[in-house]
């Protein structure tokens, strides 16, 4: 590349954490092709019909690239991408096909992670120019979401391997009005992407280095040097203070104390109420003395995936210095069964001061998050309450992979939430809340109980909740049981932590900010 073109190139790189996860390619966005490239990824509308950059490359390649495609569509029908070496100018060339409709912002992320799952994070120091010419969108900044679902898909969680490797090189967006590309990149969506790659790191990392101190001190990391942000965290003398008898009762069998940690963004006048984003974080959950069996058990290192999704969607939030004011406060406990663990049919009383009998220790998410979703309510007077979960395995089985459970009292907040999710490329969809719900909880000995006789295993969950939120304020209920964690890949998600959450949630504070400035 011609230093020319490297003094005009914008270099974004990031390096999420000093716990390292380095993300290994380069992202830069420039408004000519290079005279000498040799590592491309070109996007085609048709296999058999090439056009524009597709056509001047066919030609330089003396009519082998348009023979090579439509030899390949004609066998492979069913595979839209062609990995090429050795033609026209390129060593390697990945050739992409995609619809020729116009593309939504969450449909170029899908491309733009396409482009990450072929290279397989194997760029070997090598400069790949994007041409994207061929893709139409409703949008101005079409490299810059493509560019986000590179990003997105080709996070690695790698700290653990001793043969990780650190190959850097560089995927190279080329546009006619890359400008606006580059600053809604930068300015907003390496942010998002920031936030998402914290998500994961945290939901990745095992219960032996996570614990509720352990995930406040690397938040805290994160945040450092972050604007208008304040961090408070709540200690067993605070818990104890304000009779928080639901949080620290989960901890009570692990050597690890419980936190709520609290992080206030403020964006925008002091005046405005905030927005309360609640996320469990149960940073290992073995069941306690309802045990859970073996099978699969190690996944609940990351059921602390809603408060983890929380930290990465302020910390976005606040680097895209969105104009809104956010509290987020994170329910941090370690559910073990130790001797002085919570025992079935105990009963705990809440700091709203009323009390939860103990049906299974392992119903515990619902237990932080009473006294985590009361004391944002009584704090900070939010103007709506959203709280993120792993709550169940009834949600994981009724919706798998494709979209977390959304439950709120209210149908409109409901649609609005999935038109949230379909912008935002996380999808939700509505179970149901009925007073029934609600009956199924009475306790014969306390106020309520912690489960109920069964099914319906997520709207049950819901009620623990909704128990202690105000029937006024708009609430929102996320069950991600079944997607914080993927062991299929997608186009923007690797197999493993999903860090489902942040862009949903930065989607509703795009349009909460929106409102308030109207
Ligand atoms: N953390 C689990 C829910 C979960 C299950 C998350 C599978 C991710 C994947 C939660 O604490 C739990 O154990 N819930 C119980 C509740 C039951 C005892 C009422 C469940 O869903 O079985
Ligand atoms: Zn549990
Ligand atoms: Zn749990």
């Known amino acids: ?204 990392e095992p219960g032996k280095t996570i614990y509720p101190q352990s995930f406040v001190d690397e938040v805290k990391k994160q945040f450092k ?23 620290m009762g989960v901890g009570k069998g692990s050597i690890h104390d419980p936190r709520l940690l609290v992080i206030e963004y403020s964006g925008a006048d002091k005046k405005q109420q905030p927005i309360a984003l609640v996320g ?38 606040a680097k895209r210095k969105e104009q809104i004011n956010i509290v987020g406060l994170m329910a941090l406990a370690e559910n073990m069964p130790g001797p002085e663990a919570i025992r079935p049919g105990d009963v705990l009383e809440t700091m709203k001061g009323t009390t939860i009998e103990i049906l299974s220790t392992d119903a515990e998410g619902r237990l932080v998050l009473a006294d985590a979703v ?15 979960a792993t709550l169940t395995g009834s949600a994981a089985r009724a919706l798998s992979d494709e979209y977390a459970v959304v439950i709120t009292r209210d149908w409109e907040l409901s649609v609005e939430m999935m038109s949230i999710g379909k912008q935002s490329g996380e999808h939700v969809w509505p179970l149901p809340l009925h007073p029934n719900h609600f009956k199924q909880i009475s306790s014969d000995i306390a106020d309520i109980k912690n489960s109920g006789a069964g099914n319906p295993g997520a709207s049950i969950g819901a009620a623990v909740i909704g128990t202690f939120i105000d029937d006024n304020l708009p609430w929102v209920h996320l069950d991600i049981a079944g997607v914080d964690w993927l062991s299929e890949s997608t186009d923007t998600t690797p197999i493993g932590s999903s860090g489902w959450g942040v862009r949903f949630m930065t989607e509703l504070i795009r349009r909460e900010a929106k409102q308030d400035s109207n």
């Open 225 to 247: 040097g972050v604007k208008n942000i304040d961090i408070d965290v709540l200690t067993l003398r605070d818990m104890k203070k304000r009779n928080m008898g639901a949080l």
């Open 374 to 388: 009361y004391y944002a309510q009584q704090e900070f007077n939010p103007k709506m309450l959203l709280n993120i």
């Open 280 to 317: 469990k974080g149960i940073t290992f959950d073995t069941g306690g003395i309802s045990l859970k069996q073996n099978s699969g058990m190690w996944a609940m290192k990351s059921d602390m995936a809603g408060a983890a999704a929380v930290a990465g969607s302020i910390y976005a939030a």
């Open 1 to 204: 590349m011609s230093k020319k073109i490297i003094s005009i190139t914008f270099i974004i790189s990031i390096c999420i954490t000093s716990k390292l996860v380095f993300a290994n390619a380069n992202i830069e966005f420039i408004s000519t092709v290079p005279d000498e490239t040799n590592h491309g990824v070109l996007f085609v509308t048709d296999f058999s019909n090439l056009e524009g950059q597709a056509k001047e490359i066919d030609q330089a390649s003396n009519g082998l690239l348009g023979k090579t495609l439509k030899y390949h569509s004609e066998n492979t029908p069913n595979q839209h991408y062609l990995e090429l070496y050795a033609i026209a100018e390129f060593d390697k060339l990945v050739v992409i096909e995609h619809s020729d409709s116009m593309l939504s912002k969450v449909e170029l992320n899908n491309l733009g992670g396409k482009i990450a799952k072929i290279l397989n994070n194997q760029l070997n120091g090598n400069q790949f120019i994007v041409y994207s010419q061929s893709i139409n969108a409703d949008e101005a900044a079409i490299e810059a979401h493509l560019a986000l679902g590179y990003k997105l898909r080709s996070y690695q969680f790698n700290k653990y391997k001793s043969n990780a490797s650190n190959d850097t090189g560089s995927i190279i967006f080329v546009g006619d009005d890359i400008e606006v590309s580059r600053q809604v990149y930068q300015n907003d969506l390496a942010h998002l992407a920031e936030g998402v790659y914290l998500t994961r790191n945290l939901s990745s």
